[in-house]
């Protein structure tokens, strides 16, 4: 390979023994991949549990139900008739029919019947619920309730005059993750064909196409299957696959795209396939690196949350961030080493063009020295209207995901709509959970007496219909109590408070020796918040606190970092601000297809910054490197941010087309969690790539002028890691402009 000063650094080793050892790279790489998707499916995923998705105080009360066997999974069958009341016998048998069947089902329990009294009939008699219990949390209750569904659906045959319908949460969860199924199974076909031509727009080739979109989905594969090994030990959200699909195809693509496109910069600059591919290891290998490294350093954030779910969702997205980084640096050196010109193989007509000199890039160039010419007006105009985008996200509000975000065209969905209409009472409830010694003794009972004539007292916040169940060893009192509200809403919210600040401490807290918390749908939405809100800041310091330092020291400047996350972070306010705009406020739910929940899913907006922060730097890194690169070899400050951002910016574009396009995938499927994350991600790396790197950068860094690389002189002291800095220009370079004596950085 040419030698030059860079040969020295990790990324270059790393792919001098990959192309020196091509088959060991590749046929590794291969079985390492299918080794861990097979292992990790045998394993199987560990989902987290039922008890867990719960935060603070709704948390102890379910902790404490599940210890006391009062969690099982509530079921119900609706039988209805527009003809036919419970007073007809027809419509009598149809319902005997049911709880007959249904008693003789394994793991099911405490059926109750309308016709003894035990479960609701609507006020016209035209409807009635049979009520009955699944055994085990949801992960165990999946596996448990086909038989209870087949029983339902033999029912309905036996008695087509009326319609006999199951819902409830076992029920609702195996058919929620039926259509996360088939919503992950149209991302992934959708999502490849996409990637491949607007790779086959990038490289012009199938061959140069096809490598990037080959190692991201690897690095997808592998994933899939070694996160099932850890959650062995940290349960993952069922959402986790999705995730990993998402960030996985963007970040391995994107990479490989930003390596491979260096590399034919290099080809076509003069270089030979050795030194070509060395330089491109040594500058964009190395930017690889230290990018995929700052968007592991943000996903770590979601550690700190403290939530099963943001920690399952941190440990999926560095692993495959760690793994599709490991794949550019090693698989892809042997398989451009092996294809040497090859790469160019299938020329695809039209699209297929000669390689162009490294560096041209005529729309970009003018557009960077337009606005280095006009450098306060550009930023101004441009942070005015990314803050103008960020005013909504003022107003964002967070609700949980429940059965009322699900699609409406789920036939599961369809019958709780009808239960819910017919029976008010089985929609939202808040569940008081009282532990004494002894519930039936005479304090606890007057108590919970005195807390349901309370309730009853406001009626604007409660419905009728409270309910008591106690534990087998009288040690649990379960207190359900139907509320007003969605769940989500501030009347759900008025009905939590009221109970938990007043009627509560009131009633079942004052007896002595008990411990009572309150669960349920508000409840749990209202903790979610509040353990989130008191993390926040430490999550924020971590994540700005260590991507400063990264790129303090990799760019050895004080302002780089400091700049890097407030145009970061207007980039995050603005997506904010189109989420809340689109799916908060309702603009846009005819052409995407949902319902607004009036609010946003409240895991994505944690979710939302620390994968745009690290997205974000991801670019950043990548263009600054080429500008500390070539201002390193002798160009002034402008004239380097011009060349570096106008060389750059054509393959910042094409990996920013291919993440926007996998994102906006996931809009077009089912689940609006998807919908909102899809569009989220979308428009942050579409602002990120065009307003932020072509307009607010280049002006910022001619308004600073010098002062970008200032460094204090008591930080002289940090260690030289460089981005693209020690790689050499191309032999067609231009020479720098005059000689200046400044260090370069030295190799990792």
Request: proline fraction near 5%; aromatic fraction near 6%; avoid cysteine.
């Amino acid at each position: 390979m040419d030698s030059h000063p860079s040969s020295h650094n990790l990324a270059a080793r790393m792919a001098r023994w990959s192309s020196r050892h091509r088959k060991k790279a590749f046929w590794g790489w291969l079985a390492f991949v299918i080794l861990a998707f097979a292992i990790g499916n045998a394993v199987g995923a560990n989902n987290i549990s039922d008890v867990d998705n719960f935060n603070g105080e709704s948390h102890r009360a379910e902790q404490a139900l599940d210890r006391a066997g009062l969690r099982p999974q509530s079921e119900v069958v609706f039988v209805q008739s527009d003809k036919l009341t419970i007073k007809d016998p027809q419509f009598r048998a149809a319902v005997q029919d049911v709880t007959s069947h249904l008693s003789k089902v394994p793991y099911v329990q405490n059926v109750k019947s309308p016709l003894r009294g035990e479960s609701a009939v609507s006020e016209n008699g035209h409807a009635a619920l049979v009520d009955f219990d699944l055994a085990g949390d949801s992960t165990e209750a999946k596996d448990r309730i086909d038989p209870v569904l087949a029983a339902t659906a033999a029912a309905q045959k036996r008695h087509p005059a009326l319609a006999v319908e199951g819902f409830g949460d076992a029920s609702a969860n195996k058919a929620v993750n039926e259509v996360i199924t088939d919503d992950l199974k149209k991302a992934g076909e959708l999502s490849l064909p996409v990637t491949l031509i607007l790779l086959l727009i990038t490289f012009g080739t199938l061959v140069a196409a096809g490598v990037p979109l080959w190692i991201g989905l690897s690095a997808v594969m592998a994933t899939l299957g070694l996160v099932n090994i850890p959650s062995q030990i940290l349960p993952i959200d069922s959402n986790l696959p999705a995730v990993i699909l998402l960030i996985g195809l963007a970040v391995g693509v994107d990479y490989s795209l930003f390596y491979l496109k260096r590399e034919r910069e290099e080809r076509a600059a003069g270089r030979s396939p050795e030194g070509a591919l060395e330089a491109a290891a040594a500058t964009s290998g190395r930017a690889v690196l230290i990018s995929g490294a700052t968007v592991m350093v943000a996903m770590a954030g979601m550690f700190i949350s403290g939530d099963k779910t943001f920690v399952s969702f941190a440990m999926g997205t560095i692993l495959v961030v760690a793994v599709a980084v490991f794949a550019s640096l090693t698989v892809l050196p042997a398989m451009l080493s092996w294809l040497g010109d090859r790469v160019e193989k299938g020329r695809v007509p039209i699209l297929g063009r000669r390689r162009r000199r490294a560096g041209e890039s005529h729309l970009w160039a003018s557009l960077t020295g337009a606005v280095m010419r006009r450098p306060g007006i550009s930023l101004l105009l441009a942070g005015g209207l990314l803050v103008a985008l960020a005013i909504p996200a003022l107003g964002l509000k967070s609700v949980t995901s429940g059965v009322d975000q699900m699609p409406g065209d789920i036939p599961v969905i369809q019958t709780y709509n009808k239960v819910k209409k017919v029976f008010p009472v089985k929609g939202v409830t808040a569940t008081v959970v009282m532990e004494v010694p002894n519930v039936q003794a005479g304090a606890p009972t007057t108590a919970i007496a005195e807390l349901t004539n309370r309730v009853e007292k406001f009626p604007q916040l409660f419905r009728p219909g409270t309910e008591l169940i106690e534990s087998k060893d009288k040690t649990v009192a379960q207190i359900n109590i139907p509320t007003i509200g969605s769940g989500n809403d501030q009347a759900s919210l008025d009905a939590l408070n009221k109970l938990r600040d007043d009627i509560v401490p009131a009633t079942v807290g004052a007896v002595e020796g008990a411990s009572v918390n309150v669960t349920g749908d508000a409840a749990g939405s209202e903790d979610f918040r509040t353990n989130l809100n008191s993390r926040l800041p430490l999550i924020f310091a971590f994540v700005f606190g260590l991507a400063f330092l990264l790129m303090l020291v990799t760019f050895r400047s004080i302002v780089i970092p400091i700049k890097a996350i407030l145009l970061n972070l207007l980039s995050v306010g603005a997506a904010y601000g189109v989420i809340v705009l689109v799916f908060q406020d309702g603009h846009g739910e005819s052409l995407l297809g949902f319902t607004s929940t009036g609010g946003v899913t409240n895991w994505l907006p944690l979710f939302l910054f620390v994968v745009l922060f690290g997205l974000s730097m991801d670019y950043h890194v990548f263009i600054l490197s080429r500008v500390r690169e070539l201002y390193d070899r002798g160009m002034t400050t402008d004239e380097a941010v011009q060349r570096g951002i106008s060389t750059t910016a054509g393959t910042v574009t094409s990996a920013a087309a291919v993440m926007v396009a996998v994102f906006l995938v996931f809009v077009t499927l089912t689940f609006i969690d998807f919908k909102e994350m899809g569009l989220g991600l979308a428009a942050a790396v579409l602002i990120d790539a065009t307003i932020i790197r072509g307009i607010m950068l280049p002006a910022a860094m001619k308004l600073l002028g010098d002062w970008n690389w200032y460094l204090p002189s008591w930080l002289e002291w940090l260690p030289r890691i460089g981005g693209e800095g020690d790689a050499p220009g191309p032999p067609t370079e231009p020479p720098a402009h005059g000689p200046e004596s400044r260090p370069a950085p030295v190799p990792l």
